[in-house]
């Protein structure tokens, strides 16, 4: 099985490294081939120029990679820190590069691009893994969880994975390393969960 493992966030040692890290030892643990992207320290692009707009449009050499990488993955694993609701900018714009019109998606025949396409990705599952100093209760009561849609409803889904695992694990900046050791001890566990069959 081959498994795409992205991460973003900027800060080495961070505990979304830890989450990865664990991610990346779980699948390998289980003798599956990984490809792992930490964007910021690639230093991947996320400006989507209006040269890019275009499915048949040229683009750089890695974010190629990333595209082809994506295209055949059976399983994604993302994990990043929840910033006012949001993946941090660089994921959003791997979303944009990446996750395109040609490679994760396509509209039918004569649909001009306002209908609902067809999912291109093969991957049948995917788990995405966030960060938060937002305590539970708050996020729900206040916020609604908009993480949730945006990686279940407006991206996966839209690109033709079917299912879609997330985790969230906080509170992030006043956790003890033994809450820590446990949230690690759930990776481990969710990454075998969504790769069973596989």
């Not at 800060?11 to 599956?32: C, D, E």
Request: proline share 5%; with cysteine.
């Amino acid at each position: 099985m081959k498994a795409s493992v992205i991460l973003a966030h900027p800060r080495n040692g961070s505990f979304n490294h830890a989450i990865a890290n664990t991610v990346i030892a779980t699948l390998q643990g289980a003798g599956h081939e990984v490809h792992f992207h930490d964007l910021y320290q690639e230093g991947f692009d996320p400006l989507l120029e209006a040269s890019e707009l275009s499915s048949v449009s040229k683009m750089d050499p890695l974010t190629e990679v990333h595209c082809n990488e994506i295209a055949q993955a059976d399983a994604i694993f993302i994990i990043h820190p929840n910033w006012w609701g949001m993946p941090p900018a660089i994921l959003k714009g791997w979303v944009d590069r990446v996750l395109r019109s040609g490679v994760a998606y396509k509209f039918f025949e004569g649909d001009n691009g306002e209908g609902v396409p067809r999912g291109l990705l093969k991957a049948k599952t995917a788990l995405v893994i966030n960060t938060t100093d937002t305590p539970y209760g708050r996020e729900m009561e206040v916020f609604g969880d908009p993480l949730n849609t945006i990686w279940k409803n407006c991206i996966l889904h839209y690109c033709g994975v079917k299912a879609i695992t997330r985790k969230s694990f906080g509170v992030i900046v006043t956790s003890s390393i033994e809450e820590r050791n446990k949230w690690l001890s759930e990776v481990r566990d969710a990454v075998s969960n969504c790769t069973a069959g596989l």
